[in-house]
């Protein structure tokens, strides 16, 4: 069965210094992963997915199958980036089966 | 993008009541929906997986009676708390698969989440 871990519950930063928010996984096969950001009262927004490449807002995040991680990073966090931040594995493929959910790191931007 | 309108937002009810939750796709159609229950400041816990034209499948531990998941069309998707607790107090979050393959960024569309309280 495949599991995802945020080793870190509570992350704490200031403004304009670097971020690093951690994910492992555990899946035998291909994964497919994802970041979703939680902000207060509203609903879970895809932030990234592996497969697009693509920086968001300023984050980027890399798959290193060799060590299993996919971790989030943002050169020069941001107040308006304190949020939930939960990493997702897709076990499923391009058949999109159920998520498998990251503990969540509730990351605090200090001005 | 996807849209995924879930409602009511917030309740409240009585001990022994049923609520009822509804999930719709505003303009796709969703064959699957997930549904997970969140503790707070907590991740989400996968209850069941809904499928039009099919039985839901529940996750290891989720009692089918007490939670109703009923996919009723294409567009809509419900889950039915039967006679409620308080220990079912809970924020209840629905979401639909992507649609598409392809490499571009996009996901998993969530539902904005039902604030369930039993008293």
């Known amino acids: 069965a495949q599991r995802v871990t945020q080793p870190e519950k509570l992350l704490s930063v200031f403004k304009g210094a670097p971020v690093e928010l951690k994910c492992n996984y555990s899946?035998?096969?291909?994964?497919?992963l994802f970041w979703y950001v939680q902000y207060s009262r509203q609903r879970l927004q895809l932030l990234l997915r592996?497969?697009s490449r693509e920086s968001i807002k300023g984050f980027t995040a890399d798959l290193n199958k060799g060590e299993t991680s996919f971790h989030l990073k943002k050169p020069f966090a941001q107040e308006e980036d304190s949020a939930m931040y939960y990493c997702?594995?897709?076990?499923?493929?391009?058949?999109?089966?159920?998520?498998?959910f990251g503990q969540g790191t509730i990351l605090t931007v200090h001005p | 993008g996807a849209v995924v309108s879930q409602h009511p937002s917030r309740v409240i009810c009585k001990s022994g009541t049923s609520v009822k939750i509804e999930c719709r796709s505003l303009?796709?159609?969703?064959?699957?929906m997930f549904w997970y229950r969140q503790f707070p400041k907590q991740s989400l816990m996968l209850m069941a997986t809904?499928?039009?034209?099919?039985?839901?499948?529940?996750e290891q531990g989720v009692e089918k009676d007490k939670f109703l998941i009923n996919h009723a069309s294409l567009t809509l998707s419900t889950l039915t708390v039967t006679s409620a607790h308080p220990e079912d107090s809970s924020f209840y979050i629905c979401?639909?698969?992507?649609?598409?393959?392809?490499?571009?960024?996009?996901?998993?569309?969530f539902g904005s989440g039902t604030r369930l309280t039993v008293v």
């Open positions: 979401s639909a698969p992507p649609l598409l393959g392809g490499k571009g960024n996009y996901g998993y569309t």
């Open positions: 899946y035998s096969g291909s994964p497919e």
């Open positions: 592996h497969i």
């Open positions: 997702a594995l897709n076990a499923g493929g391009t058949s999109y089966g159920k998520l498998t």
């Open positions: 303009d796709f159609q969703a064959t699957t």
């Open positions: 809904s499928n039009e034209g099919s039985k839901a499948t529940y």
